[in-house]
């Protein structure tokens, strides 16, 4: 298999709907979404095995990202975390 067609199999994996949901709690949590954090392909496949708000939780955490202000958070971002697993 080529590199190529193995990068296409792996967006494929991700899916759209995870990536929205995971860029919505990254906007929730830490004010940027995955192309703000110009994360390429390789790096939202190695989180695309979680929950899309338990992936921007680990993001945030590995690439020590300050998360936003608790008074200026998203009202539903508790619950966008909650229910994107």
Same mark, same amino acid.
């Given at each position: 298999?080529?590199?190529? $067609?193995?990068?296409?199999?792996?967006?494929?994996?991700? !899916?759209?709907?995870? #990536?929205?949901?995971?860029? &919505?709690?990254? +906007? %929730?949590?830490?004010?940027?979404?995955?192309?703000?954090?110009?994360?390429?392909?390789? $790096?939202?496949?190695?989180?695309?095995?979680?929950?899309? !708000?338990?992936?921007? #939780?680990?993001?945030?955490? &590995?690439?020590? +990202? %300050?998360?936003?202000?608790?008074?200026?958070?998203?009202?539903?971002?508790?619950?966008?975390?909650?229910?994107?697993?």
């Amino acid at each position: 298999m080529e590199i190529a $067609e193995r990068s296409v199999e792996k967006m494929n994996r991700i !899916g759209a709907d995870w #990536l929205r949901n995971f860029d &919505e709690a990254m +906007l %929730c949590i830490f004010a940027i979404d995955h192309a703000d954090a110009r994360m390429d392909e390789r $790096e939202l496949f190695w989180y695309a095995v979680l929950p899309p !708000g338990d992936a921007a #939780l680990s993001c945030g955490q &590995e690439f020590d +990202l %300050c998360g936003t202000d608790a008074f200026w958070r998203h009202k539903g971002a508790q619950t966008l975390i909650q229910s994107s697993g």
